[in-house]
């Protein structure tokens, strides 16, 4: 892939990561209503038969800073374990201490996963941060290109710069599962590239670990910034997003939105463009209506599935307000549709769906390894699978929310996707 068009094409995306910092605030204070009046859009307000929107933006806001806290330990102790595999030459040369660093990563994983459906990808909410320090520097995929951190390798430079595409818990992934003996994987034969080939394998495990150090240090700094936001003894974007009463259903509105994540990147970027794209419209690398393992999430730690299990789980949280294991008690969306519908029914399905998308995840963990085989075609069982749970089970689930849920709540959907494909 050329370097060159990769940094082109990655220039847009920084700004607007820098841009959407100045504005994601605007969000919670541009519309005064009564609590339970929810605009229509038709020119008139409809009087909600549900009472505790406060509630219920209270238990979104603990849940998303409950996240950021989680995600801020979790890379902490992900750097303790790096650092401790890079250490020197002879625990380089660890496989020991490689698997205990690779295992950090796994454990740390699912807690991003969890927290990227609250602020990625234009959806969701949360406090100004400096210049480029939002969740998309924590993990810029599917932006990243190894190709562009293994120039850096082949320059010995471990400084990994501004562009979001070499660093975050995606270059992490590559640098750490890697093969320690692999060579570069650019569309070039640029002498220094070459060059870095021709490495022995210690050495060139000794540049990679020198650039995680600084990878996973920068993770944490923008982690723990962000945590910091939210914190009531900091920022106290907690405090800010509890006390939004004049904005109560433009705040319910950006939740909604942040739950949209799994609508937008699940379907489209970790499921559809491997696929070939043909139902999202969503162009795959090896190009239109082609199945492309290439494009697959986290290829190098083969767990693309556990990350759309994670976003699944986050999307479950949220919608009940909580812990699924105490529906019963708290305050969610659930609770919101039950009253609006005047009973259960519609409530209880899209619980169920979501159930059903976990239990068909963890299925396909089982068939699909297939997934991660980037220089081969996906077998026809595990595609058939992925093919039947994308039209079933998940489509059900996307599809209610958006579709049923949504107009019911008079609530809006993400701009944009109404004109989805799917």
């Given at each position: 892939m050329n370097r060159q068009i990769i940094l082109k094409n990655i220039a847009p995306?920084?700004?607007?990561?820098?841009?959407?910092?100045?504005v994601i605030l605007l969000a919670l204070g541009s519309v005064s209503c009564d609590r339970n009046s929810v605009d229509?859009?038709?020119g008139s307000n409809y009087v909600s038969k549900f009472t505790k929107h406060q509630q219920l933006i209270e238990n979104s806001a603990d849940i998303m800073y409950a996240g950021y806290g989680q995600l801020a330990t979790a890379t902490i102790t992900l750097k303790s374990s790096i650092y401790e595999y890079c250490a020197n030459t002879t625990s380089i040369a660890s496989s020991t201490k490689r698997q205990a660093a690779q295992n950090a990563f796994k454990a740390a994983m699912p807690v991003l996963q969890h927290s990227l459906s609250h602020s990625a990808k234009e959806q969701g909410l949360g406090p100004a941060l400096d210049g480029e320090r939002g969740i998309e520097v924590v993990y810029s995929w599917p932006l990243t290109s190894s190709c562009n951190i293994d120039f850096k390798l082949a320059e010995n430079n471990a400084n990994p710069g501004y562009a979001i595409n070499r660093r975050g818990m995606d270059a992490l992934e590559y640098l750490l599962f890697v093969d320690p003996n692999s060579n570069h994987t650019c569309d070039s034969t640029e002498i220094q590239l070459e060059t870095f080939n021709a490495l022995s394998e210690a050495v060139k495990q000794l540049r990679r670990c020198n650039y995680m150090k600084a990878v996973i240090a920068d993770v944490v700094i923008t982690t723990n910034k962000i945590k910091e936001r939210w914190d009531p003894a900091d920022g106290d974007f907690l405090g800010t997003m509890k006390n939004s009463h004049l904005d109560v259903l433009v705040t319910l509105n950006n939740?909604?939105?942040a739950m949209y994540y799994l609508?937008?990147?699940?379907?489209?970027d970790k499921l559809d463009q491997p696929m070939g794209g043909g139902r999202t419209g969503t162009t795959p690398s090896c190009g239109t209506d082609a199945v492309c393992p290439a494009d697959v999430e986290s290829p190098n730690a083969?767990?693309?599935?556990?990350?759309?299990?994670?976003?699944?789980?986050?999307?479950?949280?949220?919608y009940y307000g909580g812990s699924p294991a105490n529906k019963a008690t708290n305050v969610g969306f659930d609770d919101w549709l039950i009253a609006e519908e005047g009973n259960n029914t519609l409530a209880e399905k899209l619980g169920t769906d979501i159930t059903t998308v976990l239990s068909d995840l963890n299925l396909l963990k089982t068939h699909c390894t297939s997934l991660y085989m980037a220089t081969s075609t996906v077998t026809s069982d595990c595609f058939t699978r992925l093919e039947e749970f994308y039209d079933g089970?998940?489509?059900n689930?996307?599809?209610?929310w958006r579709d049923d849920v949504l107009p019911i709540l008079r609530l809006q959907p993400p701009q944009g996707s109404l004109n989805d494909a799917d």
């Amino acid at each position: 892939m050329n370097r060159q068009i990769i940094l082109k094409n990655i220039a847009p995306r920084l700004v607007y990561i820098v841009g959407f910092s100045l504005v994601i605030l605007l969000a919670l204070g541009s519309v005064s209503c009564d609590r339970n009046s929810v605009d229509n859009n038709s020119g008139s307000n409809y009087v909600s038969k549900f009472t505790k929107h406060q509630q219920l933006i209270e238990n979104s806001a603990d849940i998303m800073y409950a996240g950021y806290g989680q995600l801020a330990t979790a890379t902490i102790t992900l750097k303790s374990s790096i650092y401790e595999y890079c250490a020197n030459t002879t625990s380089i040369a660890s496989s020991t201490k490689r698997q205990a660093a690779q295992n950090a990563f796994k454990a740390a994983m699912p807690v991003l996963q969890h927290s990227l459906s609250h602020s990625a990808k234009e959806q969701g909410l949360g406090p100004a941060l400096d210049g480029e320090r939002g969740i998309e520097v924590v993990y810029s995929w599917p932006l990243t290109s190894s190709c562009n951190i293994d120039f850096k390798l082949a320059e010995n430079n471990a400084n990994p710069g501004y562009a979001i595409n070499r660093r975050g818990m995606d270059a992490l992934e590559y640098l750490l599962f890697v093969d320690p003996n692999s060579n570069h994987t650019c569309d070039s034969t640029e002498i220094q590239l070459e060059t870095f080939n021709a490495l022995s394998e210690a050495v060139k495990q000794l540049r990679r670990c020198n650039y995680m150090k600084a990878v996973i240090a920068d993770v944490v700094i923008t982690t723990n910034k962000i945590k910091e936001r939210w914190d009531p003894a900091d920022g106290d974007f907690l405090g800010t997003m509890k006390n939004s009463h004049l904005d109560v259903l433009v705040t319910l509105n950006n939740i909604a939105d942040a739950m949209y994540y799994l609508a937008d990147v699940g379907k489209e970027d970790k499921l559809d463009q491997p696929m070939g794209g043909g139902r999202t419209g969503t162009t795959p690398s090896c190009g239109t209506d082609a199945v492309c393992p290439a494009d697959v999430e986290s290829p190098n730690a083969k767990i693309s599935l556990d990350n759309l299990i994670a976003n699944t789980v986050s999307f479950q949280e949220l919608y009940y307000g909580g812990s699924p294991a105490n529906k019963a008690t708290n305050v969610g969306f659930d609770d919101w549709l039950i009253a609006e519908e005047g009973n259960n029914t519609l409530a209880e399905k899209l619980g169920t769906d979501i159930t059903t998308v976990l239990s068909d995840l963890n299925l396909l963990k089982t068939h699909c390894t297939s997934l991660y085989m980037a220089t081969s075609t996906v077998t026809s069982d595990c595609f058939t699978r992925l093919e039947e749970f994308y039209d079933g089970p998940f489509q059900n689930m996307t599809q209610s929310w958006r579709d049923d849920v949504l107009p019911i709540l008079r609530l809006q959907p993400p701009q944009g996707s109404l004109n989805d494909a799917d």
